[in-house]
Each structure stands twice: as C-alpha cells, then as structure tokens.
C-alpha cells in the first residue's frame, strides 16, 4: 500500500460534528467505582478510561448489541461484556464478576490498550492459563496461538509470529521494548513467566502504532500491580517438575494498600537442570535465574499513575546442540534491570483517552563458547560481552469526532551506549593458557527511532473504513571497534487501510493492506565475534526492510460460539538474511522474499462445565529471487485444548498438539519430521488460602526436534510438575 493513497481517508473523515456517545459506570462485585479502568469496544470502535468516580464517556456510540472488554485499573484485561440494550435514563452500569472467575483467556477481536490494524488476530493469555500450563519461558506462552513459533532451544528460546522472528516480532513488556543484540531476536530469557499476569498477542502488521520489529506482530508482557481496592494479602508458589524436567521454582509476593493506591514487593527464583529427552539427557540445557519487581499503582490527578521496576538476572543458560559434546555455547549472564511509568486518564475536553509512558533498560548479556580440546587441537574458549541501555518514550490521545474515532500518538524509542567485546582465551594441549587476545568489536554505538502516527475509524453505511499513518525517522552511529566510524539514517513511511462490513448470520469480513519498514539491529551491522551458534560478521552496507502485508479476516459469533479464519500475504523487500559459508555467519540483503498463511482458530464454553480451544495454521516462505525456502517457517499443525475454569474448587485441562512433517527448510535448518504431543493437568483447592496443582507434559514421551534448526537437539521428554501455591488474606483473584 502507498500510503499517500489512506490520506484522503484521514482528510475526509476528519469533519467536525458533534461526537455521539453514551455514558457509563464501572464497578467492582463491592459495587465501589474502579477510577482508572479502561473500556474497549471489542472490533476497535473506540475506548475511554474511567474517571475516580468509575464514569467514562464513550464515543463514537457503537450500535447494539456490543461486546464491552473491561481492563481493571492494575491493567489485567476481564471477560467480555455483552451489551444488548442500553438504559433508558442514567449511565450503563458494568458490574464487574469477582475476580477468581476472570482472566482466563480471550481470543480474537481487537485488545484493550495495544493500537493494531483490525485484521489483526488478538489472544489474551490470562493470569488463569499461565497458571494451569506452568510455561517455562515466553516463547511457551504462544503454544495455543496458531503460527506462533520458536527459535532455538531450552531457555534461551525465542518467540516468533507468522514466520517474522529475529527482530521481526517485537516484544513489550510492560511499556517498554525488550530489545538485544542476539541475530535471532529477543527472547526475555531472564523473563518468568509467572511473575507477570497477562500476556497480549497480536500476529499481524503493527509498524504503524510501534514502527520497526512489528512485521510479524506484538507479544506484550504486564506485570501486575493491585489498584488499592485489594486488600493486604502474601501471595506464595512453589513448583517442582521430575522426569523430562527437573525444575525446582518459588515465588512471594506481598501487596495491598499503599498512599491512596495499590503496592507489591516480590521475589522469584528458579533452577533447571539438564533435561531428559525421549531418547536420553541432554547435555547443556540448564539455567538459573532469579529476579525482584516492585510496583505502585494510584488514582491522581483524575487519571491513575502505574509506576514500576524490575531487576532479572540469568546465570549460566545453556544452548543445547547436537555438537555440545564438542564446542559448548551457553550464556553465563543475562541481566535486566528495567524500570517504566504510565499515565493515563479519560475525560479532557473532547478527548475520551490520553496516556504516556516512559521506559528504561540496562541490558548486559555474556556469550561464552568453549571449544573443547581434541588430539590435534587444543582447547579454546571465548567470551563476548555485550551491553547496552535502552529508552522509551509514547504518548497516544483518542476521541470522536462524528461518527469517527481519531488516535494520534508520537513513539520514541532508543539504544545508547552499545558496547561489545571478545576476550579469546588460547591453550595449549597441556592445558595452561597460551595467549588472551581482547577485541573491541563495537567501542561505542546507538540508534534512535522517532515516530509520529495517526489512526481513524468511521462507519460509511454498514461498513466500516479505518486507517493509519506513521513516519518515522531511523539514524544508528557507530564509534570504533571492527568497522570503525560509521552512521546511517532513513526516514520511512508506514500506513494501512482497511474495510469491514458484517455479513449478517454473526460472520464479520475484514480487509487490509499495510506497508511496513524496519530497520537493522545495530551488531547486524557492526558485530563481528562469536554467537550461540558460531562465529557471526555483521554489513554495514545493510538496506533497511520494508513490508507490503495483505490480509482478511472473517470473525463468526454465535452465543458461546465462535470461529476465526485468517488468510494473508507478506512481501518482504530487501531482507535481511542471515546465511552460513565455511562454517561462519553473515548477512546480506536477499531481494524479495513472501510469506503466505493461513490461521483458524475457534472455541465453544459450556457454562459451568468447561471450554474447547482449537487452532491450526499453514504457512509457506520463499525467496522470490530464486525460489528458494526462507527460514523461520512453522510446520503446518494445530492443537485441540479442553479445559474446565478454575471457578470452583478444581479444575482441569487436555491438550493435543499435532504437527506435519517440514520438508522445506530454510538455510541453516534442516527437515523435521511430524510428531504429536499429548498435555493434561489438574488442580484442586484445599481450602481458600491452598492449591495444589499437577500438569504432564509430553505425556506420550514422543521424541521430536525442538527446532527446525540444523543443529536443533530433541524437545523434553514426558515430564510431571507439581505446584502448590497460596494467597495468605483475603481472597480475591486466583
């Protein structure tokens, strides 16, 4: 898409006129008002934020029957609210349900506070179904999202969405960016997944709400902080798993009330010794980790502030391979000590929404790869320390005006202070040291991305148009190291338009066109030292990526029923590819490359019963240029999940996976065979301050690769976790 072609669309719907909306009420199951709370219009048709008196005021007014999606003050996103008719005097009242029976899961339909393309495909991952599958790392969160993937092994695994990994898929959490300078992208591998209580996913174009990293979509991680309205309580959880995996985790948390808001303090650990496979141990896929967050959350000024800071640390995380035996990579270091603020509030003037927020990042991350001693070869060892700060900075205003709904949002985003360097350590075949050699690879390097955008939606009959722009403006310098002084800049357009109309029965068709632009990561040009799979050289002569992403989507509702299919066609211009030769790693631009996929996923709930989730998805790359596979594509497969909510004093699940054998793969990867693995789990409350839950993975013991990659190990075996945990006060979620 050009997007001086959505401009008109921007001009025209930009009218004046007086904004239809309606009024209403958000209260707790105490029928207090939650200031601060966020309502959405599920299908992107506008949001507000509640004032101290639980009021919001939304426009442009949706017509009934509507679906409401509530996220409380702490930013944890609730069940769907069905409206069917409006009131005919006073405000609509939205009584929220107690907290134990929220946060499971919701699919598709457009999120609460993340700003997508409506095509977009939307999952949230509730604090409930993190805690029923026990997910080791993110990229496990994404097992129930269709073409959803992974790069590499272990705990330094890598999410990935519709095929667009390696800086392609942007990571969020909280409110800032989880960037590194690894070639297959960021992982959040100090992240524990239990300590966060929600995670959105969005597959689909994102550049022009978030700019570079969004081709493939978002995956956003929050960290949960109590409004103040929850009482004192100590939160407790302790897990260990046997068999496939031995893990042994815990966690405390402390929170309540706190100077007219909401306060916690916790702590976590973990330690994961080396897995079993079906077919045996496998060396080097151990880690540790540990970490600390404390958070404050208050209503002021007639908005709510969320303030936050975390610090994460990995020690010794290792990169399984088939040639652990003789060359070991792993990671001695990951740290992260991260700190964000949030503002946001509804009612000024016109404007139902304004927020801003800021981010900031150090990051250090220590490669060491040990190449062991042979009878010709002595040993040799090398240890790459990188590190860097990161910043943030976004700021989004949204209302009505008529029909339309307008957001206008400026997004700055920045790594400063990058530093790299190999410390090489030569024996000799008797073992003492021979010769350390130190090489500055990057002495100094940073990049700025400045962004400014704008989206718009109006109903035009019985559809609906959308659209959105952003400009950005990229510039990356680099002081010293291997390839010396060098800068590089571009300013690039991104933009989407889209039309959607209901074709009555509950089905609902959606078109889009989007053109997106990303920029290099600063050691894809200017790195040059080992990696977690060899040794890599960074081009400085790299040409930025752009995007021409087509897609549909068809959404079916039906009471509890639902059905979603999704159809699309990515064309990826100059891409950056990362290729092998003699043994080594490079990068060059590969002309055009597509991506083309399809996605369905559906579900049915029985009240009172239980739940069935279901997704599949197929997708298919290649190089235009000669034909060849691209790498990063998932095996066509899906899944079949049964579960019965934690409303009641147990609950349980089954899940079956099943994926085709990959016959195409990408350079550096290697075929796959199909396999199918077989999850279950259960949990029962004791009492109101004690669980216990058990969940199996891999029941079947089915032996498969974890990764398409050619030096991919096999996936855990059979493995049994037990946890036991607890809220010590009142109880008012789980």
Not at 237 to 263: I, N, Q, R, W, Y
Request: with cysteine; net charge negative; hydrophobic share 40%.
């Amino acid at each position: 898409m050009k997007p001086r072609l959505a401009v008109p669309l921007l001009l025209t719907l930009l009218v004046c006129g007086t904004p239809l909306a309606f009024e209403g009420r958000v209260v707790g199951p105490d029928g207090e008002p939650l200031a601060g709370a966020r309502v959405a219009v599920l299908g992107g048709r506008g949001s507000a934020v509640a004032d101290a008196t639980g009021r919001f005021l939304l426009s442009p007014d949706p017509p009934v029957p509507f679906s409401l999606l509530v996220s409380r003050p702490d930013g944890v996103a609730l069940r769907p609210i069905r409206v069917h008719e409006l009131p005919v005097t006073g405000p609509l009242e939205l009584r929220l349900e107690p907290y134990l029976t929220q946060s499971v899961m919701v699919l598709s339909d457009a999120p609460v506070d993340v700003e997508v393309p409506p095509a977009a495909a939307f999952t949230l991952v509730g604090r409930a179904d993190l805690e029923q599958r026990r997910p080791q790392t993110l990229a496990d969160v994404l097992s129930n999202v269709p073409a959803a993937s992974r790069l590499e092994e272990g705990a330094s695994a890598v999410p990935a969405l519709r095929g667009l990994p390696r800086s392609r898929t942007l990571l969020l959490l909280d409110e800032g960016r989880v960037t590194a300078e690894r070639r297959a992208g960021p992982s959040a591998t100090f992240l524990d997944p239990l300590t966060i209580e929600e995670v959105e996913v969005i597959r689909g174009p994102g550049a022009v709400a978030y700019g570079s990293d969004a081709f493939g979509g978002v995956v956003r991680g929050r960290t949960r902080i109590p409004d103040g309205s929850d009482p004192f309580a100590i939160r407790f959880g302790a897990d260990m798993a046997t068999l496939g995996e031995d893990t042994f985790a815990g966690d405390l948390e402390v929170a309540g009330p706190l100077l007219g808001g909401g306060a916690m303090i916790g702590g976590s650990a973990r330690r994961l010794d080396d897995y079993e496979s079906s077919e045996g141990a496998v060396d080097n896929s151990s880690a540790r980790f540990s970490g600390a967050r404390a958070g404050w959350q208050a209503p002021v000024l007639g908005g709510s502030l969320r303030v936050l800071w975390r610090e994460d640390r990995g020690r010794d995380i290792g990169k399984p391979s088939i040639d652990s035996d003789e060359v070991r990579s792993y990671y001695p270091e990951e740290n992260s000590s991260r700190g964000s603020a949030q503002y946001e509030r509804g009612g000024l003037g016109p404007w139902s929404r304004f927020s801003v927020a800021v981010a900031w990042d150090r990051y250090t991350l220590l490669t060491e790869r040990d190449q062991y001693e042979t009878e010709s070869e002595p040993r040799k060892d090398t240890l790459a320390d990188v590190a860097a700060k990161d910043w943030g900075l976004r700021s989004e205003a949204e209302r009505a005006i008529g029909p339309a709904r307008l957001v206008l949002g400026l997004d700055a985003s920045g790594r400063y202070g990058l530093h790299a360097t190999n410390l090489t350590t030569s024996y000799t075949l008797d073992g003492s040291v021979a010769e350390e050699e130190l090489e500055v690879a990057v002495e100094s390097a940073r990049r700025e991305d400045l962004g400014a955008f704008a989206s718009v939606a109006a109903p035009a009959g019985r559809t609906r148009l959308s659209a959105g722009l952003r400009l950005d403006r990229v510039a990356s310098r680099n002081e010293g190291g291997v390839f010396g002084n060098r800068e590089t800049s571009a300013t690039e357009p991104s933009g989407f338009a889209a039309v959607g109309a209901p074709l009555g029965g509950g089905l609902d068709l959606t078109l889009q066109v989007a053109r997106g632009f990303r920029d290099p990561l600063l050691s894809d040009r200017y790195y040059v030292g080992i990696s977690g799979r060899g040794f890599v050289t960074g081009n400085p002569d790299l040409e930025p990526e752009t995007s021409l992403q087509i897609d549909a989507a068809a959404r079916w509702r039906s009471g509890p029923a639902r059905i979603d299919a999704y159809a699309y066609r990515y064309r990826i211009r100059d891409l950056i590819e990362r290729y092998r030769e003699d043994g080594d790693y490079f990068f060059r631009n590969r002309g055009e490359a597509e991506i083309r996929g399809i996605e369905i996923e559906g579900g049915y709930a029985w009240p009172r019963i239980g739940a069935i989730e279901a997704g599949l998805s197929a997708l298919r790359g290649e190089v235009l240029d000669d034909g060849t596979p691209t790498t990063d594509i998932p095996p066509r497969g899906g899944f079949v999940q049964f579960r019965r909510d934690a409303d009641g004093r147990w609950w349980w699940l089954s899940r079956v996976a099943a994926y085709a054998r990959d016959e195409r793969p990408g350079p550096t990867e290697t075929i796959v065979p199909g396999y199918a693995v077989v999850d279950a789990g259960a949990g029962f409350r004791l009492r109101d301050a004690i669980e216990i839950r058990v969940y199996g993975r891999n029941l079947l013991d089915h032996a498969y690769r974890a990764t398409a990659d050619e030096k991919a190990v096999l996936a855990p075996g059979r493995t049994v976790e037990l946890t036991v945990r607890g809220v010590l006060g009142p109880r008012r979620d789980g």
